[in-house]
């Protein structure tokens, strides 16, 4: 599902969504099945007439002048951006549909550099602690994200473009035209297939190389399409789904929250003093906890520690039990771990077979607030 963007200007993001259907969805003209890449085969990749150009000779490009600042770049427009063909990616540092991209992402931008390929990174943030332009350099530099980064606080240059969800993807020819869409991951044949298209449109020649297919470590590695089973969930009462805990939600105050006994498939529960607010919720006091049962390769959590940002540490356990081998990059094998930035962390990564399980995190310290769990 992918949701549109509200009308306004307004900084209530109730409105986007990440993608959640596990597959992309283009937008325009259908993908061609073809072999290889000419110009005779661009208007099928693309369509001719998919410019996006206004009589003043305005083009799309412009729109990345509406924000910054920039990470990794000067600040780039449509005069820097002259003559050359343009991958506009729609991020947001916390989403795991985000993260698993961007190995191709980087693959491209280095490949096609001399050919006249940009890769222009619009961080366009979910939560509002995305806004931070210290923590989106530290997501660049973490993630090793080494494209042109410019910062869409504001939402303008997702609404410039159309954009639908995170990751977007606009390819922008030579001339400054947005010739194809696509939202969502995969596809990522179809997205090289049409950079070639562009670039040779541009260098009046073909250009052909064989598709990228790198591999990524991580949270950036491949999802286990087969075994996903349970979908992005919010933990703040703007859009949470699945909760179960005896009472229901309190919303915007401190509560005592209870587990669920015998949760079903994606039901979730709350144990402890929580303040569930619309974006998270927020431990109040020490010993709280979080349940949830789910069915998926990897589980991650997007989580921050409170203002004063010390580390609050963390116990997971998986069907009551420390995680052992199955333990996320952000937890050992004792299922131990420290919420020491706002970010998302990786805490399950089942190496055998999956199938459902419950997930529990406990913190014996005040102070977290949990946003949404993801999958993979």
Not at 263 to 292: H, K, P, Y
Request: hydrophobic letters at 40%.
């Amino acid at each position: 599902m992918t949701r549109n963007l509200p009308p306004s200007d307004r900084q209530d993001r109730s409105g986007l969504s990440r993608r959640r259907v596990v597959r992309a969805a283009p937008l325009g003209l259908a993908a061609a099945a073809l072999g290889g890449v000419g110009l005779a085969a661009l208007s099928s990749l693309t369509g001719r007439d998919g410019a996006v150009q206004a009589a003043s000779g305005r083009t799309q490009l412009d729109e990345l002048s509406k924000g910054g600042p920039w990470l990794n770049s000067p600040p780039l427009g449509a005069q820097a951006l002259r003559g050359k063909v343009v991958l506009v990616n729609f991020w947001t540092y916390t989403c795991i549909n985000s993260l698993r991209p961007l190995p191709y992402l980087r693959s491209w931008a280095e490949k096609y550099a001399n050919a006249g390929l940009v890769v222009v990174g619009a961080h366009s943030p979910e939560f509002s602690f995305e806004r931070s332009q210290a923590r989106v350099q530290d997501a660049v530099l973490i993630q090793d994200v080494r494209f042109p980064v410019v910062m869409d606080n504001d939402l303008r240059i997702w609404r410039g473009f159309g954009n639908g969800a995170w990751p977007g993807f606009h390819f922008v020819d030579a001339r400054g035209r947005v010739r194809r869409q696509i939202l969502g991951e995969g596809q990522y044949e179809t997205c090289e297939r049409v950079i070639q298209a562009l670039l040779g449109e541009a260098r009046g020649a073909p250009v052909r190389q064989a598709f990228s297919a790198p591999s990524g470590v991580g949270a950036q590695a491949a999802p286990a399409w087969d075994d996903l089973g349970s979908p992005e969930t919010y933990l703040g009462h703007g859009r949470a789904t699945g909760f179960v805990s005896p009472g229901g939600v309190r919303r915007d105050k401190v509560a005592s929250y209870r587990p669920a006994p015998g949760l079903g498939l994606n039901r979730w529960s709350l144990a402890g003093r929580w303040r569930v607010a619309s974006e998270a919720a927020s431990l109040a006091e020490g010993g709280g906890a979080v349940t949830f049962r789910f069915h998926a390769r990897d589980l991650h959590m997007v989580m921050a520690p409170a203002a004063d940002g010390r580390p609050l540490p963390f116990q997971v356990r998986i069907d009551g039990r420390a995680p052992g081998g199955d333990h996320g990059v952000d937890t050992d094998a004792a299922g131990r771990g420290k919420v020491e930035g706002a970010r998302m962390y990786q805490l399950v990564r089942q190496a055998g077979p999956v199938r459902d399980r419950t997930f529990e995190i406990s913190f014996p310290a005040p102070g977290v607030s949990a946003y949404a769990f993801t999958f993979g």
